[in-house]
């Protein structure tokens, strides 16, 4: 073999040997646990409020109800921050309140004054659901949906077109998923592609032009277990709103009697998923798989995808105590779906008052409130054609640990860019609290609002949370 051949077939064998080094170097990395950096925003708002909703929509943080730092009932208005997001060039004002503005239909076209309501977004439109008055009782709306138009600021409702409806509740998990979308969709491939550009916005999403909303409302609605008073135990049972039909459907009921209120719901690739505490060294994460027809159908006669049936309600226990860390029990906190990028997606389970429990696992309410100031991560299974079900499927093969189903708590990092302010104003962190309003800005950047802090009293500034 001349030198220059064997120089070459060196030089492939050596970045063989090193691509493979890499590789299994990439493959035995955790995916956790992951870090967290808080920034206080800087905003003329000072919005003292809790039981309150927060939804964030292209970079901006709807506001709706709550009660002030008096305990009374807030107004019906919508208070509107302009998050102070790298991308932003507009140079839009930073706050602004919207009065209560509806139709021109009969009877109340307006959303009355609430809190321990609900809230979501798909598209460009705010979903409100339940809540209370001044009364002790959920306000009785016969399952009516309030909408926010972001564009419009206009309110109207949804009511149902059927007589089946869940009952009135207060404090009840709320999430939605913009699927199926509406008959312009083309059938299954443009709902698939509009699944990956979804996707793909939410990991990088300076590199996509997010396309206009369609004109049509569309999506699903998920609400969960509530309560029909403050003094009344968890309904248990789970429902789906079709915004585009108007009707309701009875999801199977959850299968624990220990889901605080408001109870922690999220939704993940196609699943559901719900936290409930049975004791201080133990409690449990249910998930309730959702048929993949809900996801693919554009309307009522696409017969592409045959409807399947609905699961029932699984349930894994995971420790917290010392030698195996997980979240405490707690309500009043946060729970969102967060993405690092390449199909790789987690909870974040953060803040939240203390549920005191007992040896039998019964709540003692009667006990002092204490608020945590932690966070957690728990990582559901990847999707099997992404990036990260794909490493995830190899690790299984080559024996290393995929991280699946685990928790770990997140490691807070100080905000070096804003470390000189944060200090001045004597906060780099929220500090423990629960009952606030919170959302995904998108990938993984939250955003929350007021709550009740370790005092006790009402905090009416604003943090965002970026996740690495």
């Known amino acids: ?118 809230a979501c977004a798909i598209g460009e439109r705010i979903y409100i659901f339940g809540g209370q008055g001044s009364g002790a009782d959920a306000l009785d709306e016969n399952g009516r949906i309030w909408v926010f138009d972001t564009n419009s600021l206009h309110w109207s409702f949804l009511d149902p077109k059927e007589d089946v409806y869940p009952p009135p509740r207060i404090y009840a998990g709320f999430v939605a998923t913009e699927h199926p979308l509406p008959p312009g969709s083309d059938g299954i491939l443009k709902a698939l592609g509009a699944q990956i550009q979804e996707t793909v916005s939410k990991t990088i999403p300076s590199m996509v032009k997010k396309p206009s909303p369609p004109a049509e409302p569309h999506g699903t609605i998920f609400v969960s277990n509530g309560l029909s008073s403050t003094k009344s135990e968890p309904l248990g049972d789970s429902w789906a709103f079709s915004v585009a039909s108007q009707t309701w459907t009875q999801l199977p009921s959850t299968p624990s009697p220990n889901i605080s209120s408001p109870p922690s719901l999220a939704f993940v690739h196609e699943r559901l998923y719900l936290i409930s505490s049975t004791s201080e060294i133990e409690s449990e994460i249910h998930y309730l798989s959702l048929p993949k027809s809900l996801f693919l159908r554009t309307d009522s006669k696409d017969e592409d995808v045959e409807s399947e049936p609905l699961s029932s309600w699984e349930t894994i226990p995971f420790p917290t105590n010392p030698i195996a860390p997980g979240p405490r ?139 690495k």
């Open 1 to 118: 073999m001349d030198p220059g051949t064997f120089l070459v077939a060196e030089q492939v064998v050596s970045t063989t040997v090193e691509g493979a080094a890499l590789a299994s170097i990439g493959l035995a990395q955790s995916t956790q646990p992951l870090s967290a950096t808080f920034t206080r925003i800087t905003s003329e708002a000072f919005l003292p409020r809790s039981s309150h909703t927060l939804t964030v929509v292209e970079g901006r943080a709807y506001i709706f109800g709550g009660k002030t730092q008096k305990g009374e009932l807030a107004g019906n208005e919508v208070h509107i921050v302009t998050l102070p997001l790298k991308t932003r060039t507009d140079g839009e004002p930073d706050y602004k309140c919207v009065p209560a503005l509806g139709g021109t239909g009969e009877g109340q076209t307006v959303p009355q004054s609430r809190s321990g309501h609900s």
């Open 329 to 467: 029990p707690r309500k009043g906190a946060g729970l969102l779906p967060i993405t690092t990028g390449n199909g790789r997606a987690y909870l974040l389970y953060f803040l939240g008052e203390r549920v005191p429990t007992s040896a039998n696992g019964t709540s003692q309410e009667d006990e002092t409130p204490i608020f945590w100031s932690d966070a957690f991560s728990y990582q559901p299974p990847a999707t099997v054609v992404s990036p990260a079900g794909v490493k995830d499927s190899t690790r299984s093969t080559l024996g290393i640990s995929t991280g699946e189903g685990t928790w770990a708590e997140v490691k807070v990092i100080a905000n070096e860019e804003g470390r000189g302010k944060l200090e001045e104003e004597g906060k780099s962190h929220p500090g423990p609290r629960g009952w606030f309003g919170s959302d995904l800005i998108g990938g993984a950047e939250v955003v929350l609002w007021g709550g009740i802090d370790g005092r006790g009293e009402t905090e009416g500034d604003g943090w965002m949370i970026s996740i």
